[in-house]
Nanobody, 127 residues
Framework: EVQLQASGGGLVQPGDSLRLSCAYS????????ISWFRQAPGKEREGVSC????????HYSGSMKDRFSISRDNAKNTVYLQMNNLKPEDTAVYYC????????????????????WGRGTQVTVSS
């Protein structure tokens, strides 16, 4: 059974950092992509970042590339999203998903085949 669980959200102040975790199980990461999405109130869900399981290559939405970093720990079946210099506009529910493909082109992140999703984790950036 494919399972993903995002955690690590919280209430932080502008400029703070958070590290989100996505624990996954039920599939070999080397055949898939783990992607992070977020959805703010009243807005559409948007892709944040992704990491390819076969080669570890990472991609980001252009607006977050300089502040966010995605990584993986194969031994723990966990993918992390390190978020630095958080801004109020980063406030959203963050989700991780198992995807089939992702890439970025000039800051435009494209993620395809997101079939399984974990429960989201709330990130609130406020002073």
């Amino acid at each position: 059974e494919v399972q993903l669980q995002a955690s690590g959200g919280g209430l932080v102040q502008p400029g703070d950092s958070l590290r989100l975790s996505c624990a996954y199980s039920g599939f070999p990461l080397e055949d898939y992509v783990i992607s992070w999405f977020r959805q703010a109130p009243g807005k559409e869900r948007e892709g944040v970042s992704c990491i390819n399981g076969n080669d570890g290559s990472a991609h980001y939405s252009g607006s977050m590339k300089d502040r966010f970093s995605i990584s993986r720990d194969n031994a723990k079946n966990t993918v992390y999203l390190q978020m630095n210099n958080l801004k109020p506009e980063d406030t959203a529910v963050y989700y991780c998903s198992q995807s089939r493909w992702c890439n970025s082109d000039d800051g435009h992140l494209v993620i395809k085949g997101s079939r399984y999703w974990g429960r989201g984790t709330q990130v609130t950036v406020s002073s």
